[in-house]
C-alpha cells in the first residue's frame, strides 16, 4: 500500500481543557494521511462545540455524537464512520509525539499483518508523577522495547490504550471493539494475544501520557481494581489454563481472595498456597490455605500467582526456576 489512510478513533468527554494540544498533535503528525473520528459522550462543558471548530477548518476531523453511553459505545461509534487501512487509537487529554503515525505506518508496512505497532510512552502532570505511575511507565517501556508485552500480560494491560496501531484486517478479526467487557483496553490487548499478533519492538517514545485527578482511569468503577482481575481470570481461564493440570492459586490477599472467589463460583477445584504462619491451615470460603511447600506434592501443576510484594515475587521466581517451571507455561503473575 501506497500512503495508506490512518483512522484515529478518540472518544471525549469533559476535556476542553486538554483537547486543542490534542487535535493540534495530530495536525502537526509528520504523517498527513489520517481521518479523526471523535465522539462526544455526553460531555457538559464545551468539548463538542471545540472539535466542531476543528472539524469545520479540516475535513479529516470528524465528529460524532455518542449512540451510547460510556467509552466503548464510543468507540463502536467512531469505528461505523471509519475509512482507514491501519487503525489506532488516542486519548482525547494525550498528546502525540510529531513521528508518531509516520513511525508506525512504517513498522506496519515492514512487518505486514499479523503485528501490533506500539511505542514508548511518558507520562505527564502539572503535579508530578507519583512513584507507581513512574514504575508503571518503566515496566511497560522496557517490554515495549523487546516486544516482550505479552510475557507480563497477567500483570497489567502490556498495550498502552493511546499508542497502538494495526491493519485493520488483523483488527477486524481481534473483535474490533464489539466485546463490551472493561476494561476496555486491557480486553483488545488480550484479543490481540489471543489472534498472536506479534508486537514490533520499539525504542522512542511516541506518546505523551496526562495525569490529573479527574482522568477516567482513576474515577470510572469500570477501572476498579476488581474488574481487572475479572478480565485477567476470564482469559487465563481461556487462553492458557489447562484443565488437565492441578491448578494453585499463591497468596490470600485481597487478589488472592477475588481470584479463589472466582474460581469457587465456577467450580473450578484449585490448591490455595501461603507462607503466612497465621493463615496456614485456616479456611478461606470453605478451602483450606496450606504452605507453599505444598506445590512439590502435585503433580506438573500451574500457578496464579498473586502475591504483590516485589521481594517475595523474586524469591518465588526463583523458587518456580529451582523447580524448573517456566512462565506462562506453568505460572503466571496476575499483580
Same mark, same amino acid.
Given at each position: 500500500?501506497?500512503? $495508506?489512510? /490512518?483512522?484515529?478513533?478518540?472518544?471525549?468527554?469533559?476535556?476542553?481543557?486538554?483537547?486543542?494540544? +490534542? &487535535?493540534?498533535?495530530?495536525?502537526?503528525?509528520?504523517?498527513?494521511?489520517?481521518?479523526?473520528?471523535?465522539?462526544?459522550?455526553?460531555?457538559?462543558?464545551?468539548?463538542?462545540?471545540?472539535?466542531?471548530?476543528?472539524? #469545520?477548518?479540516?475535513?479529516?476531523?470528524?465528529?460524532?455524537?455518542?449512540?451510547?453511553?460510556?467509552?466503548? $459505545?464510543?468507540?463502536?461509534?467512531?469505528?461505523?464512520?471509519?475509512?482507514?487501512?491501519?487503525?489506532?487509537?488516542?486519548?482525547?487529554?494525550?498528546?502525540?509525539?510529531?513521528?508518531?503515525?509516520?513511525?508506525?505506518?512504517?513498522?506496519?508496512?515492514?512487518?505486514?499483518?499479523?503485528? /501490533?505497532?506500539?511505542?514508548?510512552?511518558?507520562?505527564?502532570?502539572?503535579?508530578?508523577?507519583?512513584?507507581?505511575?513512574?514504575?508503571?511507565?518503566?515496566?511497560?517501556?522496557?517490554?515495549?522495547?523487546?516486544?516482550?508485552?505479552?510475557?507480563?500480560?497477567?500483570?497489567? +494491560?502490556?498495550?498502552?490504550?493511546?499508542?497502538?496501531? /494495526?491493519?485493520?484486517?488483523?483488527?477486524?478479526?481481534?473483535?474490533?471493539?464489539?466485546?463490551?467487557?472493561?476494561?476496555?483496553?486491557?480486553? %483488545?490487548?488480550?484479543?490481540?494475544?489471543?489472534?498472536?499478533?506479534?508486537?514490533?519492538?520499539?525504542?522512542?517514545? %511516541?506518546? &505523551?501520557?496526562?495525569?490529573?485527578?479527574?482522568?477516567?482511569?482513576?474515577?470510572?468503577?469500570?477501572?476498579?481494581?476488581?474488574?481487572? %482481575?475479572?478480565?485477567?481470570?476470564?482469559?487465563? &481461564?481461556?487462553?492458557?489454563?489447562?484443565?488437565? #493440570?492441578? %491448578?494453585?492459586?499463591?497468596?490470600?490477599?485481597?487478589?488472592?481472595?477475588?481470584?479463589?472467589?472466582?474460581?469457587?463460583?465456577?467450580?473450578?477445584?484449585?490448591?490455595?498456597? +501461603?507462607?503466612?504462619?497465621?493463615?496456614?491451615?485456616?479456611?478461606?470460603?470453605?478451602?483450606?490455605?496450606?504452605?507453599?511447600?505444598?506445590?512439590?506434592?502435585?503433580?506438573?501443576?500451574?500457578?496464579?500467582?498473586? /502475591?504483590?510484594?516485589?521481594?517475595?515475587?523474586?524469591?518465588? #521466581?526463583?523458587?518456580?526456576?529451582?523447580?524448573?517451571?517456566?512462565?506462562?507455561?506453568?505460572?503466571?503473575?496476575?499483580?
Amino acid at each position: 500500500m501506497q500512503n $495508506p489512510k /490512518v483512522s484515529i478513533i478518540i472518544p471525549f468527554k469533559d476535556t476542553a481543557h486538554y483537547l486543542s494540544e +490534542c &487535535l493540534d498533535s495530530i495536525q502537526n503528525q509528520t504523517y498527513p494521511n489520517w481521518e479523526v473520528l471523535a465522539v462526544n459522550d455526553h460531555s457538559t462543558d464545551a468539548s463538542f462545540t471545540l472539535v466542531e471548530n476543528y472539524a #469545520r477548518s479540516d475535513s479529516r476531523i470528524k465528529v460524532f455524537q455518542n449512540k451510547g453511553e460510556g467509552i466503548i $459505545p464510543a468507540l463502536q461509534t467512531a469505528y461505523t464512520h471509519s475509512a482507514g487501512d491501519f487503525v489506532t487509537r488516542m486519548d482525547s487529554d494525550d498528546i502525540m509525539k510529531p513521528n508518531r503515525l509516520e513511525h508506525m505506518v512504517e513498522t506496519l508496512q515492514k512487518n505486514g499483518t499479523g503485528h /501490533v505497532s506500539v511505542g514508548q510512552v511518558k507520562y505527564f502532570s502539572n503535579r508530578g508523577i507519583s512513584n507507581g505511575y513512574a514504575r508503571y511507565e518503566k515496566w511497560l517501556n522496557n517490554l515495549t522495547s523487546k516486544g516482550e508485552n505479552y510475557q507480563e500480560i497477567y500483570k497489567e +494491560c502490556v498495550i498502552p490504550s493511546p499508542c497502538w496501531m /494495526v491493519h485493520r484486517s488483523d483488527f477486524e478479526a481481534s473483535g474490533a471493539f464489539d466485546p463490551h467487557r472493561y476494561p476496555e483496553d486491557y480486553d %483488545l490487548t488480550f484479543r490481540f494475544y489471543e489472534k498472536g499478533l506479534k508486537i514490533i519492538p520499539n525504542t522512542e517514545v %511516541l506518546h &505523551l501520557w496526562r495525569d490529573y485527578d479527574t482522568r477516567t482511569s482513576r474515577t470510572h468503577e469500570h477501572y476498579a481494581q476488581n474488574y481487572f %482481575l475479572d478480565i485477567k481470570l476470564h482469559y487465563f &481461564l481461556k487462553l492458557d489454563f489447562n484443565p488437565n #493440570r492441578p %491448578l494453585v492459586v499463591w497468596g490470600a490477599g485481597f487478589k488472592g481472595k477475588a481470584v479463589a472467589k472466582g474460581l469457587k463460583k465456577m467450580g473450578i477445584s484449585f490448591t490455595w498456597l +501461603c507462607d503466612n504462619p497465621n493463615k496456614i491451615g485456616k479456611k478461606i470460603y470453605a478451602q483450606e490455605l496450606v504452605h507453599f511447600n505444598e506445590l512439590e506434592t502435585l503433580g506438573n501443576p500451574q500457578s496464579i500467582v498473586t /502475591v504483590a510484594n516485589s521481594k517475595a515475587q523474586m524469591e518465588i #521466581r526463583d523458587y518456580f526456576k529451582k523447580l524448573g517451571q517456566s512462565p506462562m507455561i506453568d505460572y503466571f503473575f496476575f499483580c
